[in-house]
């Protein structure tokens, strides 16, 4: 049978809308993902990074068991691992992500510095735990050795895993946990003397206090999240 040219049109006008449905289709989830990216991007760019929010404060800390950085590349049993069984044993505790590669990480290092230096005046058992993201321990070990080690415990997260728990935007971060194990604080970014004066010491000394006296800080010390 012979196809007319009428017969033809109406073919074609027959398969555009499904065209333009498989266009759409194939569009969608690039559209979406841009419009997420975006949203991300100026949430970074609006101001402080710290104000980013986190769905962890007020939550329990996200279980975690990391192979020790000076020894990543050797057989470790669970007892020589960093674990997260550390934290809720009745002390306040800091987590830390870090990476050699991370030019915001070498920025802030004094401020780390200096903050693990205070916590070791107030009590030297408080864990002070880095967590070591997507890094070479070769280039880890380095980086602590000429800037300085502030940690009592060096976890490897080379897969990123524990920091997606974690809910981490990017390195640097860091979280205050609680005595009683749950996330009491997040700052995103380079830390700085104002997040550690105003916001981590005041609530690493309630915390401890609450510890001792078994009652919680007051609203007004509370973090924001």
């Known amino acids: 049978m012979t196809e007319t040219k009428s017969s033809r049109t109406e073919n074609e006008r027959a398969a555009l809308p499904k065209a333009r449905k498989r266009s759409f ?25 710290s104000s980013l929010p986190s769905a962890l404060v007020g939550k329990p800390v996200p279980a975690f068991e990391l ?63 880095g967590i070591n993201y997507k890094d070479e321990a070769t280039a880890a070990r380095r980086f602590l050795g000429g800037y300085g080690d502030p940690y009592t415990h060096i976890g490897v997260d080379r897969s990123g895993r524990t920091a997606i728990d974690f809910g981490v935007y990017g390195v640097p971060e860091i979280y205050v946990i609680a005595g009683d194990g749950t996330v009491l604080f997040r700052h995103a970014g380079p830390l700085t003397k104002e997040a550690v004066e105003t916001s981590i010491l005041p609530l690493m000394q309630d915390d401890a206090s609450t510890a001792t006296t078994g009652q919680r800080p007051s609203a007004g010390q509370e973090p924001s999240g």
């Not at 569009?27 to 970074?44: D, E, M, N, V």
């Not at 050797?74 to 830390?96: M, R």
């Not at 992500?97 to 915001?104: E, K, M, N």
Request: aromatic share 10%; hydrophobic share 50%; with cysteine.
């Open 25 to 49: 289709g194939v569009l969608l989830p690039f559209a979406l993902f841009a419009a997420l990216a975006g949203l991300f991007f100026i949430a970074l760019n609006a101001g402080d990074p």
């Open 67 to 129: 192979q020790p950085l000076n020894a990543v590349d050797a057989k470790t049993t669970a007892q020589d691992n960093v674990s997260s069984e550390v934290l809720g044993n009745g002390k306040p505790a800091i987590v830390h992500f870090f990476a050699s590669w991370c030019g915001p990480c070498r920025e802030e290092h004094p401020a780390v510095m200096a903050l693990s230096e205070k916590l070791r005046a107030q009590d030297p058992g408080i864990p002070f735990f």
